[in-house]
């Protein structure tokens, strides 16, 4: 399959699929962390061309409910409603299947709730940051490794490690990666569907 991977600069979920065989490309304004098929520059510029499956990531700066004591002024200056025209550009591209990802957020009423909500600790990681899924014409997730009761022995910093991420200049990199786990979910479970599927 030809598949796009929206506003990713790690190349993680990229590579999960291009291990699987599929051309998978990702694009971002940003150059990509691990080499690859990466394609600098806007995402919107490429949503005609030929592919089967756009997997995006769009910036959650002005729509994650972790940032709502700044919704008035980004609502004020044009900010948040940038963000949610961008997300719904993803949402309406010419495509047969997507999925987009996104801290839980104001998407949830402006556009419709996600189809589902997953967890690092469902793919094997000893961590919780809750991420929503938006998904056309593909199947919600299957936990692959549940390691939830491993994951509350630990302490809160260590559960919640990326929201306890000292400040820095990569802090918002750290943050935004997609955990391998999650990653290789996608490739296994998405790159290996029948070629018709509508289940939305």
């Not at 991420?131 to 809160?156: F, G, H, I, Q, R």
Request: aromatic letters at 8%; glycine letters at 6%; one cysteine or more.
């Amino acid at each position: 399959m030809n598949i796009l991977i929206a506003c990713e600069y790690s190349g993680t979920v990229r590579d999960a699929f291009a291990r699987q065989g599929h051309n998978a490309v990702s694009c971002d304004l940003l150059p990509s962390d691990s080499g690859g098929h990466h394609i600098i520059g806007d995402v919107r510029d490429l949503l005609d061309g030929e592919w089967d499956m756009l997997i995006a990531f769009p910036p959650c700066t002005h729509l994650a409910v972790s940032g709502a004591r700044w919704f008035p002024e980004k609502r004020a200056d044009g900010r948040q409603q940038a963000g949610i025209d961008f997300f719904m550009d993803m949402v309406n591209a010419p495509i047969d299947r997507i999925a987009i990802e996104n801290p839980i957020g104001i998407m949830s009423s402006h556009y419709r709730k996600p189809n589902q909500i997953i967890q690092p600790w469902m793919f094997g990681h000893l961590e919780q940051k809750s991420t929503c899924l938006w998904l056309k014409n593909l199947p919600t997730l299957e936990s692959t490794d549940n390691v939830l009761e491993a994951m509350m022995d630990l302490p809160k910093n260590k559960r919640e490690r990326l929201h306890y991420l000292p400040p820095s200049k990569d802090r918002w990199k750290l943050r935004s990666k997609t955990f391998q786990g999650i990653a290789e979910a996608m490739a296994d479970q998405w790159g290996n569907l029948p070629s018709q599927l509508s289940l939305l």
